[in-house]
C-alpha cells in the first residue's frame, strides 16, 4: 500500500539546521508531486515546500524562503526537507504528502529552542 515515513525532526537552537527525510513506497515516486507540511499547537496545518516529480519545479512559503531547500531522489524514492537558521515559529510537526492525493505520512515534530 502506499506509504510515507518521516524522519529527521527533532530539538535543535534557533539559527541551526535539520533535515527532514520522507521515504515514499507503493506508487511510482517520480510520477507525482511532494509536498511538506507543517502545522504548530493551535495553528492550521501549512504548505512549506512542494517539488514536482522530476525535481525541476519547487515552491516555498514565504516564511522559508531563502533558508528551506526542498530536494527528491527519485532512485530512492525519497524527498527531503533542508531546514537552515531554524526560528522559535518553525518548530511544529512536519509531514509530508502527495501533492495531489490525500495520503499523509506521520509527521515528525521539530523543536527549536534554546
Known amino acids: 500500500q502506499v506509504q510515507l515515513v518521516e524522519s529527521g525532526g527533532g530539538l535543535v537552537q534557533p539559527g541551526g539546521a535539520l533535515r527532514l527525510s520522507c521515504a515514499a513506497s507503493g506508487f511510482i515516486f517520480r510520477l507525482y508531486s511532494m509536498s511538506w507540511y507543517r502545522q504548530a499547537p493551535g495553528k492550521e496545518r501549512e504548505l512549506v515546500a512542494a517539488?514536482?516529480?522530476?525535481?525541476?519545479?519547487?515552491n516555498y512559503a514565504d516564511s522559508v524562503k531563502g533558508r528551506f531547500t526542498i530536494s527528491r531522489d527519485n532512485a530512492k524514492s525519497t524527498m527531503y526537507l533542508q531546514m537552515n537558521s531554524l526560528k522559535s515559529e518553525d518548530a511544529a510537526v512536519y509531514y509530508c504528502k502527495i501533492t495531489t492525493l490525500s495520503v499523509w505520512g506521520q509527521g515528525t515534530q521539530v523543536s527549536v529552542s534554546s
Open positions: 517539488i514536482s516529480g522530476a525535481g525541476s519545479t519547487l
